[in-house]
């Protein structure tokens, strides 16, 4: 069931506010169909941003990356994080430089990132992982070694407020220019899509590629 945050003044969209939106089911959307967040911190006064892949469970996100990373090492006892996550969805050409402008989708989410303890938890967190970019690979895969668990670190934030801002559409020119200015103006649309699989060069050439790749669209 989607809810809706009540945003504080750091989560509240005050420029182009009608472009945004608090609920869950807007929020998670983007999220699901980003391909990586950024996740900003500070370290000792000193703001740092780091891209990351992530994967979400209801209103956890989760991310992870090596033990002996700065930003897991922050992380890990608890510290307040802002997370973005953004998708372009084309240029947007308008009949004056002022008025050109992108469509998007982003989201801003704020909580505390902490990690998640014991082997147990952690891997459960890795499986859903590789269950969320790549449905039914876990079962192709040997499972994680004691040692790669353990130079793993794998980070949960609870979203406490979110904003979605989006937009979507043609330009917005001043009326006078619709009439005046005959320049092409219109959108161009961006799209994303996946290359054929490059096998690598050690596979067994009897290895067929998987029907979850054939069909592969990504998030």
Not at 13 to 32: C, G, M, N, P, Q
Not at 128 to 145: I, K, V, W, Y
Request: net charge positive.
């Amino acid at each position: 069931m989607s809810k809706t945050y009540t945003p504080s003044p750091r989560a509240r969209v005050k420029r182009a506010h009608h472009r945004a939106a608090y609920d869950t089911e807007s929020v998670f959307a983007i999220l699901d169909s980003a391909q990586m967040i950024h996740v900003g911190y500070v370290i000792d006064d000193q703001p740092y941003v780091t891209p990351t892949l992530h994967w979400r469970d209801g209103e956890t996100l989760f991310w992870h990356g090596s033990s002996a990373s700065k930003m897991l090492r922050h992380l890990r006892h608890g510290a307040p994080v802002c997370v973005t996550a953004s998708i372009f969805d084309g240029y947007v050409l308008a009949r004056s430089p002022f008025h050109h402008s992108a469509n998007y989708r982003t989201v801003m989410a704020y909580g505390t990132a902490r990690m998640v303890e014991g082997r147990a938890a952690k891997e459960a967190a890795l499986d859903r992982m590789m269950q969320t970019l790549f449905p039914g690979r876990l079962a192709e895969c040997r499972g994680n070694t004691k040692q790669e668990i353990k130079a793993t670190t794998v980070i949960t934030m609870t979203i406490d407020e979110a904003a979605a801002k989006t937009r979507s559409g043609p330009p917005i020119d001043d009326e006078e220019d619709y009439l005046t200015v005959n320049a092409w103006s219109g959108e161009l649309p961006a799209r994303r899509s996946y290359a054929q699989p490059v096998a690598d060069p050690r596979l067994d050439p009897g290895c067929p590629l998987p029907d979850y790749l054939n069909t592969y669209r990504g998030r």
